[in-house]
């Protein structure tokens, strides 16, 4: 293997020397100090690779796919409770079975059939963001839960205290919390995971055993909901309705069928988690974004109001008419890729790339930060602009995952943070509050570590921009 990469330790190999907290910080700068875009290390005896760069990425993970579409042993989520979930499941006939459910649900042209959905729900959080601002952050995060609720298990959220909504934001907690996956003692020593607390003296483990409940929780409660639902002839349209029925029917007629009702709680679950956390924080990162380039924003205002005039509000149709406001949601996922080092790929057969060797069994990580950040790309990386695209850089890559691995929700999310940006544009003014010497309490973007990034709590003034605005929400607003 090739030398590419920092020196190691006997035994341990690079386990306690690449850092548990944001290693992909620290794997930029090893990019740099060697002059490549792919780094090698060993940890256990074990190969692992990070690519660095979107065209390493994409000549392994994509052209390569089928050789890089294995995972490792995530044996820290597995004791949260992730084990039947498509971005864990290892490659096999399950893996095949859940990336064909999910992403037949979820492709472009199926995800134009959620529109309506998803306008009602972000409509409706704008219009509550109006009606109590102070509690903006929580009816950001109540919008989102509510479109995967619909669209996964029919299930809809009425109240601001909605048991939903908490079980998102633990969950949320659980996984963001857990660290880096295949990174723990515990994904090489799987042995521990038999080991009483004390003994064991891991953290990962003990987070992972006490938060296991909140993931059981939230494929366990909208399932048992909208179960009783379809036995009471009730349930609204949802995949897991979809699904369910395509399974009794089956039984019912004597004929096979390729999924379980295991397969299709597992599936459910993961739109439900991946789909409203991801959307939320992105969602966070845009408005803070904008908070932080007020420039930026007031050029959106100026696009929208041009556009859609005073007298509606924005719809999926008006997204082509709409360029600065698409460019400035792609910066947004480049700015801050709440994946940053990715759910790592595992090779099946040894490999190479530019000369050099990967063994069979490799554990790869793409480096989504170092692909957004990188300067022979991208002009002022750490600047958000949207103009950039106008310019000619390129949308940004990554932050969505790679090959056989990338996230099938991705135009699902790119719609809902669109449509709730679109609103709240038009028809909101949000600022920092001011200091009692009358400046803004600015702050800048934190993210917390782990598999999924969020951002850190920040403070913000929500109000409508005019009162014709506000009568405006409520009366486009479905109930």
Same mark, same amino acid.
């Given at each position: 293997?090739?030398?590419?990469?920092?020196?190691?330790?006997?035994?341990?190999?690079?386990?306690?020397?690449?850092?548990?907290?944001?290693?992909?910080?620290?794997?930029?700068?090893?990019?740099?100090?060697?002059?490549?875009?792919?780094?090698?290390?060993?940890?256990?005896?074990?190969?692992?690779?990070?690519?660095?760069?979107?065209?390493?990425?994409?000549?392994?993970?994509?052209?390569?796919?089928?050789?890089?579409?294995?995972?490792?042993?995530?044996?820290?989520?597995?004791?949260?409770?992730?084990?039947?979930?498509?971005?864990?499941?290892?490659?096999?006939?399950?893996?095949?079975?859940?990336?064909?459910?999910?992403?037949?649900?979820?492709?472009?042209?199926?995800?134009?059939?959620?529109?309506?959905?998803?306008?009602?729900?972000?409509?409706?959080?704008?219009?509550?963001?109006?009606?109590?601002?102070?509690?903006?952050?929580?009816?950001?995060?109540?919008?989102?839960?509510?479109?995967?609720?619909?669209?996964?298990?029919?299930?809809?959220?009425?109240?601001?205290?909605?048991?939903?909504?908490?079980?998102?934001?633990?969950?949320?907690?659980?996984?963001?919390?857990?660290?880096? #996956?295949?990174?723990?003692?515990? @994904?090489?020593? /799987?042995?521990?995971?038999? *080991?009483?607390?004390?003994?064991? !003296?891991? +953290? $990962?483990?003990?987070?992972?055993?006490?938060?296991?409940?909140?993931?059981?929780?939230?494929?366990?409660?909208?399932?048992?909901?909208?179960?009783?639902?379809?036995?009471?002839?009730?349930?609204?349209?949802?995949?897991?309705?979809?699904?369910?029925?395509?399974?009794?029917?089956?039984?019912?007629?004597?004929?096979?069928?390729?999924?379980?009702?295991?397969?299709?709680?597992?599936?459910?679950?993961?739109?439900?988690?991946?789909?409203?956390?991801?959307?939320?924080?992105?969602?966070?990162?845009?408005?803070?974004?904008?908070?932080?380039?007020?420039?930026?924003?007031?050029?959106?205002?100026?696009?929208?109001?041009?556009?859609?005039?005073?007298?509606?509000? #924005?719809?999926?149709?008006?997204? @082509?008419?709409? /360029?600065?406001?698409?460019? *400035?949601?792609?910066?947004?996922? !480049?700015? +801050? $890729?709440?994946?940053?080092?990715?759910?790592?790929?595992?090779?099946?057969?040894?490999?190479?790339?530019?000369?050099?060797?990967?063994?069979?069994?490799?554990?790869?990580?793409?480096?989504?930060?170092?692909?957004?950040?990188?300067?022979?790309?991208?002009?002022?990386?750490?600047?958000?602009?949207?103009?950039?695209?106008?310019?000619?850089?390129?949308?940004?890559?990554?932050?969505?995952?790679?090959?056989?691995?990338?996230?099938?929700?991705?135009?699902?999310?790119?719609?809902?943070?669109?449509?709730?940006?679109?609103?709240?544009?038009?028809?909101?003014?949000?600022?920092?509050?001011?200091?009692?010497?009358?400046?803004?309490?600015?702050?800048?973007?934190?993210?917390?570590?782990?598999?999924?990034?969020?951002?850190?709590?920040?403070?913000?003034?929500?109000?409508?921009?005019?009162?014709?605005?506000?009568?405006?929400?409520?009366?486009?607003?479905?109930?």
């Amino acid at each position: 293997m090739s030398k590419l990469g920092p020196p190691g330790e006997p035994f341990f190999g690079h386990f306690r020397v690449v850092p548990y907290s944001n290693p992909q910080f620290r794997y930029i700068e090893w990019g740099k100090e060697y002059n490549s875009d792919v780094l090698f290390f060993n940890v256990f005896g074990k190969p692992v690779v990070v690519l660095n760069s979107v065209e390493a990425a994409e000549e392994l993970l994509e052209k390569k796919g089928a050789n890089f579409q294995d995972r490792p042993r995530f044996v820290m989520f597995e004791v949260m409770g992730w084990g039947v979930t498509l971005t864990f499941l290892r490659n096999g006939p399950r893996f095949r079975l859940h990336r064909k459910l999910i992403q037949s649900t979820f492709t472009q042209s199926a995800c134009k059939t959620y529109r309506t959905v998803q306008t009602e729900e972000m409509r409706r959080a704008v219009r509550d963001i109006l009606d109590r601002p102070s509690k903006w952050e929580m009816l950001i995060r109540k919008g989102t839960v509510a479109i995967v609720l619909r669209l996964g298990f029919g299930v809809r959220v009425h109240d601001d205290d909605d048991e939903y909504i908490k079980m998102a934001d633990e969950a949320n907690y659980a996984t963001t919390q857990g660290g880096t #996956p295949a990174s723990t003692i515990g @994904d090489h020593f /799987p042995i521990i995971t038999y *080991l009483p607390n004390w003994l064991a !003296r891991s +953290a $990962p483990l003990k987070h992972a055993r006490d938060w296991g409940w909140a993931i059981r929780k939230i494929h366990e409660t909208a399932w048992n909901s909208t179960m009783k639902e379809i036995e009471a002839g009730n349930a609204e349209p949802s995949f897991m309705k979809t699904y369910l029925e395509r399974y009794n029917q089956s039984l019912a007629t004597g004929q096979p069928c390729e999924h379980t009702p295991i397969d299709i709680q597992g599936a459910a679950g993961a739109i439900f988690i991946a789909g409203g956390n991801t959307t939320w924080s992105t969602i966070m990162v845009c408005i803070l974004q904008l908070l932080l380039n007020p420039s930026v924003k007031a050029k959106a205002i100026a696009e929208i109001d041009a556009v859609i005039g005073s007298s509606r509000l #924005p719809t999926f149709e008006d997204q @082509d008419s709409l /360029p600065y406001l698409n460019n *400035l949601i792609q910066e947004t996922f !480049r700015i +801050a $890729p709440l994946s940053p080092v990715g759910v790592p790929h595992k090779s099946i057969a040894p490999d190479n790339y530019k000369g050099y060797y990967i063994p069979a069994g490799s554990i790869v990580y793409a480096n989504a930060r170092a692909m957004t950040l990188d300067s022979t790309v991208y002009a002022s990386p750490s600047q958000f602009d949207p103009d950039r695209y106008t310019h000619g850089e390129p949308y940004p890559k990554g932050h969505f995952g790679f090959g056989r691995r990338a996230c099938p929700g991705r135009y699902l999310a790119a719609n809902s943070v669109y449509i709730f940006m679109a609103t709240l544009l038009a028809t909101t003014d949000f600022a920092f509050p001011k200091s009692e010497a009358g400046l803004p309490k600015a702050r800048e973007l934190g993210l917390s570590n782990g598999l999924s990034s969020h951002p850190e709590s920040y403070e913000c003034i929500m109000k409508p921009r005019s009162e014709e605005k506000r009568l405006l929400v409520i009366s486009g607003t479905a109930i």
